[in-house]
Structures are given as C-alpha cells and as structure tokens.
C-alpha cells in the first residue's frame, strides 16, 4: 500500500463501521485523544452529524488552530492520562499517532477504559518501529531508530497492558505501509506527529554528506518502503 503522509484527512473507517453496527439510545459521543488541530474529528462530523463530537489534546496552540475549523465541536485541554470527564460518557475514543507521545502510557489506557461505556469501543493506530527498521528514515537516521524503539510501545506491549487494565476483545493489526513525499519533506514536515526528528546537526550533517542514495540528490524523492503502522482494537466489555 501507498500512501501520503500529507493526504487530506477522511472519516475514520473504524468509526463509520462502528456506528453502521450498533444503535444508540441517545446520542452518541466520540472522544479523540491527542487531537492536535482537530482535522480527523472535522472529517468525521460527516459520519456522525449529531453526534457530541470531542477533541482534547495537551497543546493549547494545537487547540486555537482546531477552534475555528468547525464550530460544533467541543476542544478540551488536559492530559491524556487524566481525563476530565465522568465515568462511562463516551461511545466511540481514538488516539490517531500519538501514543508514543504520552508519557504515562498505563495512565492513559486506565482513563480511557474508566471513561468508555460498556460495549464501547477504543481504537488507536500508530507507527510500529519494531516491525520496520530497514525504512528509509530510519537508514537516513539510524539514531531515530534508537530513539522510536524507546518511545514506541511493541504491539504486544499495549495488548497486554490493555487485558490487565480490563479492556476485552483486544486485537492487532499491523500494515505495511509505502510512503511516497519528498525526502526533505518528510523529514522536516508533517511527519512529526508520527516518529521523532532527530537534531537539527544532524539533519543539516546527513544533507552534506554526499549521500546520493536518499535524499535530494537522489532526485528528492523517494518511497520509503518499509514502515509498518499498527491498528489496536479494544472494547469495554458489557
């Protein structure tokens, strides 16, 4: 599979698919943690048009950008691992890339499961490093490699967190992924919210080290085969 990392955002397919499936005596309410500048949850009000849509994240720059993009949303600045809001409220939760941002991981899966209601679904996809080490951004900057592994729960890290915290059904799947952008582009652009850069010294050191193999003078563009992105699945049991 190929694709761009700089796509326009469409609806959630794990969220369409969920709301196709089930009824709701009232309505529904969706959680996406770490939302950044809100655009997943702006593509999915097509899904959910009466939904109670919210978007929380820590950055309150990342919520100014996403305040003025659709009015009937609500932005909520807090900590991931400490949610501020009643037990059982929320349908549907998703964390799109930005697991290895959280800091207290266990923390996070713990508020998620006390805030989903029973039957409720939790859904979060990132980028498994474990399953892609000959990527091109990792041969470009091994060091991001070192780092990513670190910060990166293995899958099979979270699906054990995730039983032991309560979560039922859990499930992994993991996807071979082509990214096709221009290197530079890649490595300085929107891709942030997805691995971890490394320095600027070395960055600047790599683009004048004659590499011809990757990079711009390779032509600036490059598929880098090889990543992996992993999709979790978990339910609050009835």
Known sequence: MTVSLFAKKT???ELATFIAQRTFPNRPSILDIACGTGSQLVANRS??????LIGLDRSLGMLRQAQP???NIAWVQADAAMLPFEPECFDFISCQFAFHHVRDKSGMLGAVLEVLRHGGRFVMRNLCPQECPDWLYYEYFPQAHTID???FWP???IVTTMEATGFARVTVELEHLRFCAGFVRLARCGATTRFKLPTDDDFRSRLR??????GPRAGGRRCATGACRSSLSAYHSW
Do not use: F, I, M, R
């Open 11 to 13: 609806v959630d397919p």
């Open 47 to 52: 899904v959910v048009p009466d939904a109670l």
């Open 69 to 71: 993009k659709l009015g």
């Open 149 to 151: 592994l670190e910060d």
């Open 155 to 157: 899958p099979e890290t």
């Open 209 to 214: 080290s004659g590499d011809t193999s990757v």
